[in-house]
């Protein structure tokens, strides 16, 4: 039987990934329920640039999720100012 190349942590790395996408890809969705009309394009970079990550190659992973991280970040800090 062969063996996946994943580790555990590679995985739980990936899965945070896709967590901060998430995340991210829901406070661009409510900028688009609000009338910005730019959200709906940065939504569809999230979702194509999420998909395009290699899971098998960490350093990508770990990389975006940092890229995440920061949108994810500055939308909540947005969205805080904003109510």
């Known amino acids: 039987m062969e063996q996946s ?3 555990v942590n590679d995985v ?3 899965d945070l990934m896709r967590e901060l996408s998430n995340s991210v890809q ?3 969705l409510e900028l688009v329920r609000q009338g910005d ?3 709906a394009d940065r939504l569809s970079e ?3 640039a999420t998909l ?3 899971g098998y190659d960490r350093a ?3 990389a975006y999720a940092q890229q995440l991280q ?3 970040t500055e939308l909540a800090r947005s969205a805080a100012d904003a109510s």
Do not use: E, F, K, N
């Open 5 to 7: 190349t994943w580790h």
């Open 12 to 14: 739980v790395a990936y």
């Open 26 to 28: 829901a406070h661009l």
């Open 37 to 39: 009309p730019s959200a």
């Open 46 to 48: 999230i979702r194509r």
């Open 52 to 54: 395009a990550v290699d």
């Open 60 to 62: 990508a992973v770990d």
């Open 70 to 72: 920061q949108r994810d």
